[in-house]
């Protein structure tokens, strides 16, 4: 006689809830792998040119501005950073790699002042928020009891809206708002192609389109945070980022972004899948 | 209570403190600065002449990402690093002592946090060895 699923459901649906925690770990980990490793260049020359043999290694005789660590420290500390990623990725005590990842990766940073960028701070508080939260309770080789599901969620869902509203709140200045620093980017060809052309073409429509983006950017924050809107908020978030990605393809924050927008997706219809599964039904 | 802590630091507190700061590097400004720097490098020799390098002369031996920003650096360019070089502005002059037989160097850095606001001007002078 088989023995009964029932005692198992509670895990396994707590677990199928945080099954978009699990997505933005791997999605995270191998997006952060991909970047700080010599892959990148293979696939984005230009962008991976600051990652071979790993991003910020240090080459003998070149003239650092940080904390003044020496080469081979610095040389462990981007192996250690990847090969935590690798563990963190795969759900290998993900809390203790994403401590690992974090530590490593900020001294690397600091390390190189000049390289500092956004995407390298994303990259990194996403790794330490997830690795903190119940992410390696699925989709991992080694799984954890879930300790506080709802606040796991919740923490990222707070993190990636609080990046929109600062985003916004840089922006909330004379020059962005009457479109002069979208007109520089485009001149500048930061911003380029059909679409930049079509959006930022001439002074009048970049006034248009500098408070659109603030606007858009604010508006993502409560469109995200409450469930009847959340369908709508990703659409215009992932509209944004692929637009972004389109025109100026910023590193691979925009990736990122939509790696984390997979905290916003409910986990309730995997529950009633998991359920089924089980033999069990649930109310709607 | 301890991801009510991490929330509050990583959400509100790191980037105020970077917003507060000026730099703003860790308040997700990517992509809406309108910060520009240019810089003059003026090199003394031992005779007392003045000859006018170009920054990019200050790139042999550094990190890949300070040197694509020396790159063009004699005029305005619009990225966000202008304070990274305003900490760092004598280290930097003193790299100009490799490039000749100088007697001492002057690095200067003008910049504008965005279009509308003032030239900020900053000044660092070294003696070379």
């Given at each position: 006689?088989?023995?009964?699923?029932?005692?198992?459901?509670?895990?396994?649906?707590?677990?199928?809830?945080?099954?978009?925690?699990?997505?933005?770990?791997?999605?995270?980990?191998?997006?952060?792998?991909?970047?700080s490793?010599?892959?990148?260049?293979?696939f984005?020359p230009?962008?991976?040119?600051?990652?071979?043999?790993?991003?910020?290694?240090?080459?003998?005789?070149?003239?650092?501005?940080?904390?003044?660590?020496s080469?081979?420290?610095?040389?462990?500390?981007?192996?250690?950073?990847?090969?935590?990623?690798?563990?963190?990725?795969?759900g290998?005590?993900?809390?203790?790699?994403?401590?690992?990842?974090?530590?490593?990766?900020?001294?690397?940073v600091?390390?190189?002042?000049?390289?500092?960028?956004?995407?390298?701070?994303?990259?990194?508080?996403?790794?330490?928020?997830?690795?903190?939260?119940?992410?390696?309770?699925?989709?991992?080789?080694?799984?954890?009891?879930?300790?506080?599901?709802?606040?796991?969620?919740?923490?990222?869902?707070?993190?990636?809206?609080s990046?929109y509203?600062?985003?916004a709140?840089?922006k909330?200045?004379?020059?962005?708002l009457?479109?002069?620093?979208?007109?520089?980017?485009?001149?500048?060809?930061?911003?380029?192609?059909?679409?930049?052309?079509?959006?930022?073409?001439?002074?009048?429509?970049?006034a248009?389109?500098?408070?659109?983006?603030?606007?858009?950017?604010?508006?993502?924050?409560?469109?995200?945070?409450?469930?009847?809107?959340?369908?709508?908020?990703?659409?215009?978030?992932?509209?944004?980022?692929?637009?972004?990605?389109?025109?100026?393809?910023?590193?691979?924050?925009?990736?990122?972004?939509?790696?984390?927008?997979?905290?916003?997706?409910?986990?309730?219809?995997?529950?009633?899948?998991?359920?089924?599964?089980?033999?069990?039904?649930?109310?709607? | 209570?301890?991801?009510?802590?991490?929330?509050l630091?990583?959400?509100?507190?790191?980037?105020?403190?970077?917003y507060?700061?000026?730099?703003?590097?860790?308040?997700?400004?990517?992509?809406?600065?309108?910060?520009?720097?240019?810089?003059?490098?003026?090199?003394?020799?031992?005779?007392?002449?003045?000859?006018?390098?170009?920054?990019?002369?200050?790139?042999?031996?550094?990190?890949?990402?300070?040197?694509?920003y020396?790159?063009?650096?004699?005029?305005?360019r619009?990225?966000?690093?202008?304070?990274?070089?305003?900490?760092?502005?004598?280290?930097?002059?003193?790299?100009?002592?490799?490039?000749?037989?100088?007697?001492?160097?002057?690095?200067?850095?003008?910049?504008?946090?965005?279009?509308?606001?003032?030239?900020?001007?900053?000044?660092?002078?070294?003696?070379?060895?």
């Amino acid at each position: 006689m088989p023995a009964s699923p029932v005692p198992e459901l509670p895990r396994a649906v707590g677990s199928a809830r945080l099954l978009p925690l699990a997505w933005a770990r791997v999605g995270i980990g191998a997006l952060f792998l991909f970047r700080s490793t010599a892959l990148c260049g293979l696939f984005e020359p230009a962008l991976g040119a600051d990652a071979y043999p790993l991003l910020g290694w240090p080459h003998a005789g070149s003239t650092a501005f940080g904390l003044g660590l020496s080469l081979l420290t610095i040389q462990a500390l981007c192996v250690t950073r990847t090969l935590a990623l690798v563990a963190f990725m795969l759900g290998i005590r993900a809390r203790l790699a994403a401590v690992a990842v974090f530590v490593s990766g900020c001294l690397v940073v600091v390390q190189s002042p000049f390289g500092f960028t956004s995407t390298q701070s994303l990259l990194l508080q996403a790794t330490l928020l997830l690795g903190l939260t119940d992410s390696s309770t699925t989709l991992t080789v080694r799984p954890v009891a879930p300790r506080s599901p709802t606040s796991s969620i919740w923490l990222l869902r707070a993190f990636v809206v609080s990046i929109y509203v600062w985003a916004a709140v840089a922006k909330l200045r004379h020059d962005w708002l009457d479109g002069r620093t979208l007109a520089l980017f485009h001149e500048e060809g930061r911003l380029r192609g059909p679409l930049a052309d079509l959006l930022l073409g001439t002074p009048q429509r970049c006034a248009i389109i500098g408070p659109a983006i603030a606007l858009a950017e604010l508006s993502l924050a409560p469109l995200l945070l409450f469930s009847r809107t959340r369908v709508i908020g990703l659409a215009l978030a992932v509209a944004f980022h692929v637009g972004i990605e389109w025109m100026g393809h910023p590193d691979v924050i925009g990736w990122a972004m939509l790696c984390l927008l997979v905290v916003f997706v409910e986990g309730s219809s995997q529950r009633t899948q998991v359920a089924d599964v089980m033999g069990q039904t649930t109310s709607p | 209570m301890g991801h009510v802590v991490a929330g509050l630091v990583a959400c509100l507190l790191l980037p105020a403190y970077s917003y507060a700061r000026g730099e703003g590097g860790l308040a997700w400004r990517m992509f809406s600065t309108s910060d520009s720097f240019r810089l003059r490098l003026l090199a003394t020799d031992r005779t007392g002449h003045v000859h006018l390098l170009n920054p990019v002369e200050l790139s042999s031996g550094v990190e890949p990402a300070l040197r694509a920003y020396l790159q063009g650096a004699e005029r305005f360019r619009s990225w966000p690093v202008g304070s990274a070089f305003q900490a760092r502005l004598p280290a930097l002059a003193r790299l100009g002592c490799a490039t000749g037989r100088y007697a001492s160097v002057e690095l200067t850095l003008e910049r504008s946090p965005n279009l509308d606001a003032p030239l900020q001007v900053t000044r660092a002078r070294v003696s070379c060895p």
